[in-house]
């Protein structure tokens, strides 16, 4: 006798070897084959997030765009900052918000620059007059076969974006969340289990997992929940553009303890239940969503 409400993890997604494929920079979803789901067709909400009003940094594509799509199915306006380049990506989420009813904004800048960070925060505040919901997730992951190839610009970078870019946009929106809200950063798997070849990003996630700890201690007395996501090989735009070493696309994720790649969309309930009164008891933990993978912090 089977039941057939039930779905084998194994076989969800795609669970082929992925074609070889790379793009320059900025990578863009709609040019990967096969395109990630983000929940474009297959999130359902459930009004979780009436009346919230998020940012998500790295909203165009990938984990951030699973989670801007399933907060707006939720009820949240949703403003996405993008890397400037990514404006294709980007109108398809903000398309998929306003198809909800919601408010949506982009925002293409460089977290890299100074004071970029604090400007997504003022334009989103202006915008939707409140702001009370965070993800902290965009990022740069760039691998390298050695030490040696791995510059300190490329570091500085990577610092910049993934960890420097959170304090920044922290600090501008404190003044704004009202008890209730919600930040949550994308830590990874990595954090825990740093490969050699991605070095710097592994850094930066660890100092996340830090940071967001010791974070959810300081807003805790103000009735603001801080919680992270540590993924594990999640097919993304970020894969292709340099990061994965030249022929590692192809069995990209297949070596986790599920046998494939994580999808966007296999994340989004994990983003909304840490963003939503749902998980009103939860703060200073990290939430692995890593196909098997273990993390311990």
């Given at each position: 006798?089977?039941d057939s409400n039930l779905t084998d993890?194994?076989?969800?997604?795609?669970?082929?070897?992925?074609?070889?494929?790379?793009?320059?920079?900025?990578?863009?979803?709609?040019?990967?084959?096969?395109?990630?789901?983000?929940?474009?067709?297959?999130?359902?909400?459930?009004?979780?997030?009436?009346?919230?009003?998020?940012?998500?940094?790295?909203?165009?594509?990938?984990?951030?765009?699973?989670?801007?799509?399933?907060?707006?199915?939720?009820?949240?306006?949703?403003?996405?900052?993008?890397?400037?380049?990514?404006?294709?990506?980007?109108?398809?989420?903000?398309?998929?918000?306003?198809?909800?009813?919601?408010?949506?904004?982009?925002?293409?800048?460089?977290?890299?620059?100074?004071?970029?960070?604090?400007?997504?925060?003022?334009?989103?505040?202006?915008?939707?007059?409140?702001?009370?919901?965070?993800?902290?997730?965009?990022?740069?992951?760039?691998?390298?076969?050695?030490?040696?190839?791995?510059?300190?610009?490329?570091?500085?970078?990577?610092?910049?974006?993934?960890?420097?870019?959170?304090?920044?946009?922290?600090?501008?929106?404190?003044?704004?969340?009202?008890?209730?809200?919600?930040?949550?950063?994308?830590?990874?798997?990595?954090?825990?289990?740093?490969?050699?070849?991605?070095?710097?990003?592994?850094?930066?996630?660890?100092?996340?997992?830090?940071?967001?700890v010791s974070l959810s201690q300081y807003?805790?007395?103000?009735?603001?929940?801080?919680?992270?996501?540590?993924?594990?090989?999640?097919?993304?735009?970020?894969?292709?553009?340099?990061?994965?070493?030249?022929?590692?696309?192809?069995?990209?994720?297949?070596?986790?303890?599920?046998?494939?790649?994580?999808?966007?969309?296999?994340?989004?309930?994990?983003?909304?239940?840490?963003?939503?009164?749902?998980?009103?008891y939860i703060t200073g933990q990290i939430?692995?969503?890593?196909?098997?993978?273990?993390?311990?912090?």
């Amino acid at each position: 006798m089977t039941d057939s409400n039930l779905t084998d993890p194994r076989n969800k997604h795609y669970n082929e070897n992925f074609p070889e494929q790379e793009q320059d920079t900025p990578a863009l979803q709609s040019k990967m084959e096969p395109k990630p789901d983000c929940g474009e067709t297959s999130y359902k909400g459930h009004n979780r997030m009436e009346g919230r009003n998020a940012l998500v940094t790295g909203g165009d594509s990938g984990i951030g765009r699973a989670a801007a799509i399933a907060f707006a199915r939720e009820g949240a306006n949703v403003a996405i900052q993008f890397f400037p380049g990514e404006e294709d990506d980007a109108n398809e989420v903000k398309e998929l918000i306003e198809k909800e009813g919601k408010k949506a904004l982009l925002l293409p800048y460089d977290l890299r620059e100074d004071g970029a960070a604090t400007e997504i925060v003022e334009k989103t505040v202006d915008a939707f007059g409140a702001l009370d919901t965070l993800v902290l997730n965009a990022a740069q992951q760039i691998a390298q076969p050695s030490l040696s190839e791995l510059s300190i610009k490329q570091v500085t970078d990577t610092f910049k974006v993934n960890i420097i870019s959170m304090f920044e946009t922290v600090k501008a929106a404190e003044p704004h969340l009202k008890p209730g809200s919600s930040i949550v950063t994308t830590t990874s798997v990595q954090s825990f289990n740093p490969s050699q070849t991605l070095m710097d990003y592994a850094a930066t996630k660890g100092a996340i997992s830090n940071f967001t700890v010791s974070l959810s201690q300081y807003f805790s007395e103000k009735g603001i929940r801080v919680n992270g996501v540590a993924p594990g090989p999640i097919w993304t735009p970020l894969q292709l553009d340099n990061g994965q070493l030249d022929g590692a696309i192809p069995e990209f994720g297949q070596s986790s303890p599920l046998g494939r790649a994580g999808q966007p969309v296999e994340l989004a309930p994990v983003y909304v239940l840490l963003a939503s009164d749902e998980g009103s008891y939860i703060t200073g933990q990290i939430y692995g969503v890593t196909g098997g993978q273990p993390i311990d912090l």
